[in-house]
């Protein structure tokens, strides 16, 4: 049996998209958590903040919208707390 590795190229396109899926998911949590806030420094690290979230979490797999949302504002509050 022959085991073929994934060409580096190959490697850093899965990469990509799955940087640009979080980034959506990310900016699409911002816009339902903080979406009344008109301000682009707030967002920007906002986003920055949800994408690391994401990063170091499951990247939101099998989770809806919704769920997330409500994952953000519970970890946020968190921080809060403290």
């Given at each position: 049996m022959t085991t073929?590795?994934?060409?580096r190229n190959e490697e850093a396109a899965n990469v990509n998209v799955d940087e640009?899926?979080?980034e959506r998911l990310a900016f699409a949590i911002y816009s339902e958590v903080y979406g009344h806030i008109d301000d682009k420094r707030h967002k920007a690290l906002h986003v920055?903040?949800?994408?690391?979230?994401?990063?170091?979490?499951?990247g939101g797999s099998g989770r809806s919208l919704g769920d997330?949302?409500?994952?953000?504002?519970?970890?946020?509050a968190e921080d809060e707390e403290v």
């Open positions: 073929r590795s994934i060409p640009q899926r979080i920055g903040e949800i994408c690391d979230w994401l990063i170091n979490g499951d997330l949302v409500e994952e953000w504002r519970e970890y946020t």
